[in-house]
């Protein structure tokens, strides 16, 4: 019955070219059936119906310079007119219900604030930057030019950039679904300077004289006196005609001359920078002098303010949440202001911490405070690193317990298994090297991990656009270089994306088929994902138990976890196999694992795999869990979880 309906549904679907989203469908049948109607395609599965407040939030990460982008010329450092670019209007009313269907509840816009860029823009009053000051052709999507303005790059009619935006921002909303955008607190680009609130502008009332002022926006290289910036040039990328070295704003020798130079947005405290830091950007002062450990926060600094306005000008375009760049350098007591701030004009604002432990942060950071400060979710880089660590680096399975959070910040780890700062799941492993700089290997082995970061905890999720269809961030771009990352800098195609843009139809009819069941199967995932006892519910890790369990791989390879909510009766099994071989083993569940999740009375254990039909169901004597355990076998990359159905006594 379940599979006709399914079938007859899917037919429908097809012939009118829509869903027919039916919520009671999902909530009765779970994950539909792959058949029929013209056989599995990238949109086969049947998706979330709604988008609702009670769901786990999945946040799709969209870079809207390459989202749309189908041009695929990828010419090394190629410019806007070469490469293509992608546009708002690329992000349309069909790619918006692929990206929910697909099991997005938020689309975060990546890199839309308007950036440095050596792209001219004259026309409009928006001109090119100085070349010694830009990374990439594009520019760096955290090179800031404009807090209240977009990138004109994005926009058909680049004068009616905002408008563009604002009607984006519509069609998001019109499919039940949030908007984030990047709020980036600790550093702005070298350039910066409004041209839609120019009363705004940083370091216009600033004292100059001083390296630290509580009120100024900037800190400033006053000693020794007389500085001029000097940045030299990345071995990899040759700077555009026209750079000299310095920068004509931050030289106060020059002629005619410029301004004091200041701190660079990575803490260098020279007027000479490497080629490693932050050139591109400066530092801003919340009253916080980040060299002495003073604080001075009473009266409010200027810049606090500043960037109250910030927010509350995205707030009111309609703006539902910000992802904020490296949140731990700014002090916590400023998040509390600004937060508090923003949620006064909008209660359910989001924020998202990019964050990370760090010996730079002002007095009193920890991931807990700024959980405390207001924030919904921190990034869960920790998990992430040790998970990939068994890929690339000599680390166990077992390892992943030691990086798990306190029961305080369990759900409030925003966790991913890719952003635009980490190598792509499918580039290569990189033998040797630390985690930053390794990838997967494939695509197929970016399941057990996504599968188990997606599954380990109730917090919110990051998901990368292309992800979901294999991306290797392949290529040297330009500024980014061959890194198995997609670039941040450069005009680009990511051909996997551009292949199930197809022609801005978004149904993967370039794709092959095996990326085609990719996009599928994390469709099932994250539907998974949202339901109870995995949404919200409790862990219990199998680790432990299963030590010396044979076949088990003494926990280097195999990673198992039982998620349940007791009070519903509901039970789930997780089980990862990292490795490139299949693994047998006879899987143990204390008693005690048993007792907590409600089934300690129970005959015996029927165990269905949610994510593939197709699997037998497993059974196993529910007495003896502890001794014989319940037999299972695991694929070489598998990654399954079971549901617990059982009888009592």
Known sequence: MV???????????????????????????????????????????????????????????????????????????????????????????????????????????????????????????????????????????????????????????????????????????????????????????????????????????????????????????????????????????????????????????GDPPGDVPKVTGNDVVSADVGVDDWYETVKLNYGYDFTTGETHYDPTPDTWEKMDEVLAYWQQIGVDGFRCDFAHLVPVEAWEYLIERARERDPDVMFIAEAYHSDAAPPGYSFSNLISAGFDSVYDAETYHRLKGIYCCGDWANDIDDELPSDYMFSNMIRFAENHDERRIASPVVEGANSHASGFGSFEAGKPAAGVLYTLGDGPILFYNGQELGEEGAGDAGFSAEDGRTTIFDYWTMPRMAEWVNDHQFDGGGLDEDRRRLRNWYRRLLQVVQKPGIATGNFYSLQPANADTAGYTSGQWIYSFLRYDSSRDVVWLVVANFSDESRQFDLRIPDEAAQFAGFSEAERLELSDVLDENHDAVEADAQRLDTDGIPLQIDEYGFHVFHLNWDEQ
């Open 3 to 253: 599979q006709l309906f399914n079938l007859l549904k899917r037919c429908i679907d097809a012939f009118w070219g829509r869903r027919v989203e039916i919520l009671t469908v999902m909530v009765i049948f779970g994950v539909g059936v792959v058949s029929g109607c013209g056989g599995e395609d990238s949109r086969s599965e049947e998706p979330p119906a709604v988008v609702d407040d009670e769901m786990r939030p999945v946040v799709y990460q969209l870079a809207v310079r390459l989202f749309g982008n189908t041009k695929g010329t990828n010419e090394w450092n190629g410019d806007i007119v070469t490469n293509g670019v992608g546009k708002f209007a690329h992000i349309d009313e069909t790619a918006i219900r692929e990206i929910r269907d697909l099991g997005a509840t938020h689309i975060w816009l990546t890199g839309v604030l308007q950036q440095a860029t050596h792209t001219d823009y004259s026309h409009i009053g928006e001109p090119a930057d100085d070349p010694d000051i830009l990374k990439g052709k594009a520019g760096s999507f955290y090179a800031v030019r404009d807090y209240f303005d977009v990138s004109p790059d994005y926009a058909l009619d680049p004068e009616r950039r905002l408008q563009e935006f604002e009607q984006l921002v519509e069609r998001i909303h019109d499919a039940d679904m949030k908007v984030v955008i990047d709020f980036v607190p600790n550093h702005v680009a070298r350039s910066y300077g409004s041209t839609v609130k120019p009363e705004l502008d940083f370091g216009a009332d600033d004292n100059t004289d001083v390296f630290f002022d509580p009120q100024n926006n900037y800190f400033y290289l006053v000693d020794p006196p007389d500085q001029a910036l000097s940045i030299p040039e990345p071995d990899h990328w040759p700077r555009p005609e026209g750079a000299d070295g310095t920068f004509y704003r931050e030289n106060n020798t």
